[in-house]
């Protein structure tokens, strides 16, 4: 028998058993209703956050293989003793 399996589904079912008593209370008193709001709009902030932080992670190393490509362009270096011609390091 799988334990780790029936662990993660007994606390699977207790969480949502939780969470639908907590969102029954939230519906019956007003200041439930509230917590309940404030909690859910902390839930998305998170989301929100962890979100821009992957994306400008990504946007990072997208412009570091951007840099990449620039630099070695960048550094043709003009040799007299070459009569002039470019070449890369």
């Known amino acids: ?4 399996l ?3 589904s007994l606390v699977f079912v207790t969480s949502a058993v939780v969470l ?3 969102l029954a209370m939230a519906l019956r008193f007003e200041i439930a209703r509230l917590l309940f ?3 859910v ?3 998305w902030l998170i989301a929100e956050i962890y979100v821009a932080i992957k994306v400008a992670l990504g946007l990072w190393g997208w412009s570091g ?3 990449g490509m ?3 362009a960048a550094s043709h270096e003009i040799r007299p003793e ?3 011609d470019c070449e890369l390091r």
């Not at 028998?1 to 780790?4: A, E, S």
């Open 6 to 8: 029936l662990a993660q």
């Open 20 to 22: 639908a008593a907590v």
């Open 1 to 4: 028998m799988n334990y780790r």
């Open 70 to 72: 620039i630099v070695p």
């Open 82 to 84: 070459d009569g002039g």
């Open 41 to 43: 709009a902390g839930i």
């Open 37 to 39: 709001a404030i909690g």
């Open 65 to 67: 293989g951007l840099a």
